[in-house]
């Protein structure tokens, strides 16, 4: 079937997603119609860490994800300005670049407002997201954004002022991309019951922080 990228941060919301993707493969009935390839994006930069403390999370991260038995894909948030993000099927195998890093961490220290940097880390997020599906070829994203966080987002998109694209933003559908789609299947979810399902499932999550 199609090949489908799964955005998994580690945390409750894109675990239990992976969670649900596996059972729908091991059913014995109502199988998928399409293959899940799992991407976890290194974030690392925002915090300044170190390239020793930036492998091991990606270890970590990338130990997480093979409990599911989909192909797993690792990429870098720096990259979100290149021609062409680069996808790594392993921890070993990245290659940090100390001042495309460095760059990052400087911008989110320079920003002083929690609002404006939690925007910031979406926009780049997004970015690496669409390059790493057409890096691999993949025409959609599935997120495990909840109905709950993407109210958080809407009233704090009200609030400051950026209601341009809000039904694209927070909307089953996101469209903004020609070349792929961004798809929410956990948006009528709230973050309560995808936490009660990850403790009755007993999965594991997971922060590198």
């Known amino acids: 079937g199609e090949l489908i990228l799964v955005s998994v941060s580690g945390g409750q919301n894109s675990v239990g997603l992976a969670h649900m993707l596996q059972q729908g493969v091991v059913a014995d009935h109502k199988k998928l119609l399409f293959t899940p390839a799992l991407l976890w994006i290194d974030e690392g930069s925002v915090f300044g860490f170190d390239t020793d403390k930036r492998r091991n999370n990606?270890?970590?991260?990338?130990?997480?994800?093979?409990?599911?038995g989909f192909p797993i894909h690792i990429a870098l948030l720096e990259d979100y300005n290149r021609d062409q993000v680069t996808v790594y099927s392993s921890p070993e195998e990245i290659r940090y670049s100390d001042n495309l890093s460095d760059s990052v961490t400087r911008t989110f220290t320079s920003l002083k407002d929690k609002s404006a940097r939690e925007g910031l880390l979406l926009q780049l997020r997004r970015q690496v997201m669409l390059g790493s599906a057409k890096a691999l070829g993949c025409g959609k994203i599935l997120t495990g954004e909840t109905g709950t966080r993407l109210a958080v987002e809407l009233m704090s998109s009200v609030?400051?002022?950026v209601g341009g694209?809000?039904?694209?933003?927070?909307?089953?559908?996101d469209t903004r991309d020609n070349g792929v789609e961004l798809l929410r299947p956990?948006?009528?979810?709230?973050?309560?019951?995808v936490s009660l399902y990850?403790?009755?499932?007993?999965?594991?999550?997971?922060?590198?922080?």
């Open 198 to 209: 990850c403790v009755f499932t007993g999965l594991s999550t997971w922060h590198g922080q």
């Open 159 to 161: 609030v400051s002022g």
């Open 165 to 173: 694209g809000l039904a694209s933003r927070v909307g089953f559908r």
């Open 58 to 68: 990606a270890r970590e991260g990338f130990n997480l994800m093979t409990q599911f």
């Open 186 to 193: 956990m948006r009528e979810v709230s973050s309560k019951e």
